[in-house]
């Protein structure tokens, strides 16, 4: 990853030495005049004009003159800044270094003889008290960066780093605008889109392969490192005149609740038994913000059920990432697909439930293979709109977003008179119900029966309670209609799931047929909805519900 801050820092600094160069030159000084009327023209015009800026003659001529003036001064950009990146970078690779490692370290670092090259500008609206940049660049560069590594085991390897090739977007903002030379008090500047990162590792003397494992480790060291590091929303600042400018820094801005639910056709890793999945969720930056759920042994259609809960810097930009992983006890856990979900497709305050296509890797989609999906539900709180409620269940945890929401709409007890507000705070409301369900009708089911028919009735769990009822067996068909309904007490609605059953009736037992997995967040919002679900597990077949909910709020002391 020290390439990715070189050229970052390579950028700053060459840019510096750019102004300093071209001001020595008395022979530059018509260029010099136009790129200080372009910036002083930054910060005089307002945000409405300011892609009105630059004429679109002038780009070109702008980068040609910023890449001509980057590719003189390189030599000895790379000579200032190669030993600042050294020691700048490796406390972030040592933070990043793999735990197969025992040490990770740069023995020899130079940026190379090949600079940076511009190949697009534009200028971002922003809110009248800044300017904002984004400068495209392209860097196929030949630095020599040779890392040494050591392995737990003691074994020291020299890793050079090669091929490196980068095509990515900076962010640039001039802010605040000020009346004094150079027209803002501080730049602040990220890497604002990735759009390509190539490079290869290679052991000075060997093969880095005969090591399993440490290539992919290394690699995504240096990847996780660049996306965390320096990619938006987080930003490096640089102050030009004294002053506060910590309303440029990374802030949060709200919660992310997160139910992850189940998931369903895995592909299976294990050549005896099936995989032991488990997910991995994070939003970047992730440093000690990933989550990872229970693991369930020997099924490809795992229900997870749990509940976790993110910070959101930037939801216009970030994203929601879940990995679900085959564990393999002491050894590796092995990929079996990854999906990720943009937080701007989120309405803040509702819930949106989705099933997400597992892939083998998010940036190379090229295959169409079967990997699963994941089921979750989202739900985006900004900061500003949450409730105040405390938690009814537990006293050490706390209650979510997505809680809060929902006891929003629920109707508590008003106090009356200063004795009952006395009362009242050594209470608090726990939402419980009952659930209603009718099982009207199945249809399309798929025969299993020798006659080409089908003996059907249906199971119902209530998941965290263990409360099962059962419709009667319809014989010989393929459509059956029960009109029956159970009602459930429920404890826990936001923490417990219903499981719909579909098996055929058998003489010496029962044929699985299908399922239906449903959360009880949308009954809770909603209070009753009727609804067709397909079989999941089945070639063929749709079951038609009614559920219904009824809440009953109860007091416990606190």
């Known amino acids: 990853m020290g390439f990715i801050f070189g050229v970052v820092l390579g950028i700053l600094v060459g840019l510096a030495i750019i102004v300093a160069f071209v001001r020595a030159e008395n022979s530059r000084s018509a260029r010099r005049s136009q790129l ?14 300011s892609r009105k800026l ?7 001529s702008w980068l040609d003159w910023l890449n001509s003036h980057l590719t003189k001064i390189w030599p000895y950009v790379n000579e200032a800044a190669s030993e600042l990146i050294k020691t700048s970078v490796e406390p972030i690779l040592e933070e990043y270094r793999p735990t197969v490692l025992a040490a990770l370290k740069f023995s020899k670092f130079t940026l190379g003889s090949v600079a940076p090259q511009f190949t697009g500008v534009s200028i971002i609206e922003d809110d009248g008290d800044g300017i904002t940049m984004e400068l ?22 020299p890793v050079q780093v090669k091929n490196i090739g980068f095509t990515g977007v900076f962010r640039l903002i001039f802010k605040p605008l000020v009346e004094e030379f150079p027209g803002f008090g501080a730049v602040c500047y990220s890497l604002r889109q990735k759009k390509k990162l190539d490079f290869t590792l290679k052991v000075i003397g060997g093969d880095i392969s005969t090591i399993p494992g440490l290539y992919d480790a290394i690699e995504g060291a240096i990847r996780d490192a660049v996306e965390d590091s320096i990619t938006w929303p987080v930003r490096k600042i640089v102050p030009i005149l004294p002053g506060d400018y910590s309303d440029l820094e990374l802030k949060p801005v709200g919660i992310l609740e997160v139910k992850l639910v189940q998931a369903k056709e895995l592909t299976n890793k294990d050549i005896i038994g099936k995989s032991d999945p488990y997910a991995v969720l994070y939003i970047r930056p992730l440093r000690n913000r990933t989550k990872k759920s229970k693991t369930i042994n020997n ?13 959101v810097e930037d939801a216009s930009t970030q994203h929601l990432y879940v990995k679900v992983y085959d564990n393999e006890g002491l050894q590796a856990s092995e990929l079996i697909g990854c999906a990720d979900l943009k937080l701007s497709e989120l309405q803040p305050g509702k819930v949106k439930d989705v099933w997400l296509k597992l892939l083998k890797d998010l940036e190379i989609q090229r295959d169409n293979k079967n990997r699963g999906q994941v089921h979750l539900e989202l739900l985006y709180c900004p900061y500003g709109t949450e409730n105040s409620f405390t938690n009814p269940f537990s006293p050490s945890y706390s209650m979510t977003s997505l809680e809060k929401v929902i006891k929003s709409s629920t109707n508590g007890v008003e106090s009356n008179g200063n004795e009952n507000e006395a009362a009242q705070k050594k209470k608090e409301v726990i939402i419980r119900g009952v659930l209603s369900v009718t099982v009207i009708s199945a249809e399309d089911l798929p025969a299993v029966d020798f006659m080409g028919k089908s003996d059907p009735f249906v199971v119902l769990t209530l998941k965290k309670a263990e409360t099962k009822n059962k419709t009667r067996v319809v014989n010989n068909s393929l459509n059956p209609v029960w009109n029956q309904t159970f009602d459930f007490v429920v404890e826990d609605g936001l923490h417990d799931m219903l499981l719909v059953e579909v098996y055929d009736h058998d003489t ?26 397909e079989l999941d597990g089945a070639k063929s077949g749709y079951l038609n519900l009614h559920l219904k909910w009824m809440p009953q709020s109860i007091y416990r002391d606190s």
Not at 299 to 311: G, K, M, Q, S, V
């Open 36 to 49: 200080a009327t372009t910036i002083a023209a930054f910060a005089r015009m307002s945000v409405d004009d």
């Open 54 to 60: 630059l004429p679109a003659q002038f780009y070109p």
């Open 136 to 157: 495209e660049m392209q860097w196929d560069g030949n630095p020599s960066i040779i890392l040494d590594i050591k392995t737990l085991i003691g074994v020291a390897l």
């Open 299 to 311: 099924d490809l259609n795992p229900i997870w059920n749990e509940h976790f809960e993110f910070i």
């Open 508 to 533: 010496f037992g029962k044929d699985y047929m299908g399922r239906v997995i449903l959360t009880l967040t949308r009954v809770i919002l909603e209070g009753e909805y009727k609804e067709r679900f």
